[in-house]
């Protein structure tokens, strides 16, 4: 076999010694076998559109579990079709199972659980939103990339930076430009739609300044200073239940209590079945959009609502933390997501009466 010489290596001559290594075979970067095989098995156990629906359910039930009976109401089959199911789920290890009398409880197994999180919360919604196609029209759908803007995207956040820094006391040009950057950087990762990425950055570095600008004066010797009281509403993408929660207590709260909701993986739009939910509340596209967590807005808040996702947040000395296990909208039917704004508007009204 004859093999041409490298662009390092004349015909004659030998290689260039300061030549990278040799890329690793296809065979060192894939999955090994026996782990192909595994997680073959799991994924062929996954594939039913039911079992999947039962695991949602399962996954986002009060106390993290259900019985046979709860489940056989998701579709037109019998008790003993759905054992059938739970068994297979079960058999692979996904879930476990706990005899009390004459029921059995399944709930996601522990070492799943990060797993069954990451599925629901960011590879389903994914799949369900993949199904519209982008155009110029409705960039929203589908993975429609076409940066629309600014020529000078820098100064223009020069520009934003000046202004926060003016309208937020305490804030210095150079902490604003720092958190600006920072903001326009962060929102820009999270993939998605990049139009009017400049005016949501101006959005989410004045929340966080605002958010610094209370930690100083509350963290500051001196006697207290009144602020009202600030929640903050945190799931995975930032594209669901924390999006619908924070919109309903902003709507029955208005300016009484100051709302945040963020992501700690912050997807790259809202679910598209969530959006129309949040025109119905009147919720701006400039102010519910998925963002990232950052210390200062757990530092800033009073209480710290996460949504049944297995999120870990930062937990500090006199905050308040509540975990609000729902179902995820991303994967409901129209029914479905009109149930789920219900049961968070029940609860953010119950919250509202402990903190006014």
């Known amino acids: 076999m004859t093999v041409a010489p490298s662009p390092d290596q004349s015909p004659g001559g030998s290689a260039d010694q300061t030549a990278g290594p040799a ?36 996954a986002t039930a009060p106390g993290g579990e259900a019985h046979v009976g709860d489940l056989a109401a998701l579709a037109e089959v019998s008790q003993p079709t759905v054992s059938h199911h739970l068994k297979v789920l079960r058999d692979v290890g996904v879930l476990s199972a706990d005899r009390r009398g004459t029921s059995v409880f399944y709930r996601v197994a522990p070492v799943y659980r990060t797993a069954v999180t990451t599925l629901l919360d960011r590879f389903a919604p994914a799949v369900a939103d993949s199904g519209r196609v982008a155009t110029p029209e409705d960039p929203g759908a589908g993975r429609w990339t076409e940066l629309h803007g600014l020529a000078d995207v820098d100064r223009e956040l020069g ?9 937020i006391p305490g804030t210095t040009e150079d902490e604003a430009l720092r958190v600006v950057r920072e903001s326009y950087t962060a ?11 400049v005016a949501l950055t101006e959005h989410f570095a004045r929340q966080r300044l605002a958010d610094a600008a209370k930690n100083r004066t509350v963290e500051a010797p001196g006697p207290a200073t009144d602020h009202p009281p600030q929640v903050l509403f945190v799931c995975v993408g930032n594209a669901g239940r924390s999006q619908l929660a924070a919109a309903l207590l902003a709507r029955s709260a208005g300016d009484r209590v100051v709302v945040r909701s963020a992501g700690s993986v912050p997807a790259g739009d809202v679910h598209d079945v969530v959006r129309p939910v949040l025109e119905d509340l009147g919720a701006p596209d400039d102010v519910f959009f998925p963002k990232p ?4 807005a757990v530092r800033a808040a009073d209480v710290v609502v996460t949504m049944g996702c297995g999120d870990s947040v930062p937990v500090l000395p006199g905050k308040r933390y509540e975990d609000w296990v729902v179902g995820d909208p991303a994967l409901a039917s129209p029914a479905g997501v009109r149930a789920i704004r219900d049961e968070l508007d029940a609860r953010v009204h119950r919250l509202l009466d402990t903190l006014l």
């Open 159 to 167: 520009r934003l930076a000046e202004s926060l820094a003016a309208r």
């Open 187 to 197: 929102l820009a990762r999270r993939g998605g739609i990049p139009v009017h990425l």
């Open 293 to 296: 967590l950052t210390d200062d």
């Open 23 to 58: 890329p690793v075979p296809a065979d060192g970067r894939a999955l090994g076998p026996d782990v192909a095989v595994s997680v073959a098995g799991v994924l062929k156990a996954l594939a039913d559109p039911l079992r999947l629906r039962m695991l949602s359910a399962i």
